[in-house]
């Protein structure tokens, strides 16, 4: 029989109850057996609806006194990179949530540590694993897309509930940090090149210590060009991608994929018609359970997880330079 892993979480907040606890209780292959949180009821919480066995105040300590596997990092980005080099010197795999660092210099020594200690590190860019993007990415491999022009996505949601994200030297920004990194990272992963230049405009609307607005346009070194629109403004959450290739245009939102070939209006009612099922996908699949699973997977078998320690350092650099133009964004 395979051993079964032992998972511990560090961050009892509403990532880790909501996405990450459920999904490791879920899979065979592991065991949840600790959790931490300097919080005393995000911990009481913790205990009382998932029956964890052992809760601990202090993250290093649950490190300490638990032989774990693996554990699932859900604590501010301000402590990402302590906690993972902690970990990686303890030879325990990581799932670190994104921000994944604060800095290039943070990402790179965290990378550095997980390689020279052999350990595993994920990062949670669960885009990679929202089941209408991971088909408009077959499709792109596939080429039936054609040849990749662009990629636009738009992701507003109303202001974070947490003050933390508000604090810069805890969140390491606003919007662009905290959305930003999960649609840049998304952009990489369809375009598959580095980025050579970018710009941006951001806001601090209400005279707040983050942005709470962006645009930002990636070029890439193969000619591609992507853009995204961020907020925090938004009444409700809203979240688009648009993905453009010479043979055919997907479309995907929080439903469902939608395609328009290059083709004629008639053409495209004709088929629309005659592919009205692909309309009504089936169930969506647990993104959040995908990513989860994958990770685990990737410690059984020894593989690269889906996004990697790698794909952090790369996002990290690109919201490097971007905070880097801070000084030509306007004031209110």
Not at 99 to 106: C, G, H, I, Q, V
Not at 280 to 302: A, Y
Request: hydrophobic fraction near 40%; aromatic fraction near 8%.
């Amino acid at each position: 029989m395979s051993k079964i892993l032992r998972i511990g979480i560090i961050g009892a907040g509403g990532i880790a109850r909501f996405a990450h606890i459920p999904a490791y209780k879920r899979n065979a292959a592991c065991k949840l057996g600790a959790i931490s949180d300097i919080d005393e009821k995000a911990r009481k919480e913790a205990l009382k609806k998932f029956n964890i066995a052992h809760v601990y105040k202090v993250a290093l300590e649950m490190i300490d006194r638990e032989e774990l596997d693996a554990v699932s990092i859900c604590t501010p980005p301000n402590t990402h990179a302590e906690l993972v080099l902690e970990c990686a010197r303890k030879h325990i795999h990581i799932l670190c949530e994104k921000p994944f660092a604060l800095s290039t210099d943070e990402a790179e020594r965290m990378v550095t540590e997980c390689r020279k200690n052999n350990v595993i590190l994920a990062v949670a860019y669960m885009l990679r694993f929202d089941p209408n993007l991971v088909q408009i990415k077959k499709r792109l491999i596939q080429g039936k897309l054609g040849r990749l022009h662009s990629v636009i996505s738009v992701y507003h949601r109303p202001p974070p509930t947490k003050k933390w994200y508000f604090e810069p030297e805890i969140s390491g920004g606003g919007v662009i940090m905290d959305l930003g990194s999960h649609l840049i990272d998304l952009h990489n992963w369809f375009v598959d090149d580095e980025v050579e230049s970018l710009s941006v405009f951001a806001h601090s609307y209400g005279r707040m210590n983050v942005e709470n607005m962006a645009s930002i346009v990636l070029k890439y070194k193969n000619g591609i060009t992507t853009m995204m629109s961020l907020s925090w403004l938004a009444p409700r959450e809203t979240v688009e991608h648009l993905v453009v290739g010479s043979a055919c245009i997907d479309k995907a939102n929080s439903f469902m994929p939608i395609r328009y070939r290059h083709t004629s209006y008639k053409a495209f009612i004709r088929e629309l018609i005659r592919n009205i099922p692909a309309l009504f996908p089936p169930p969506r699949s647990n993104p959040w359970q995908s990513e989860i699973d994958d990770f685990i997977d990737s410690i059984i078998h020894k593989r690269r997880p889906r996004a990697t320690g790698l794909d952090g350092l790369k996002v990290t650099r690109i919201v490097e330079r971007l905070y880097q133009l801070k000084d030509n964004w306007p004031k209110d």
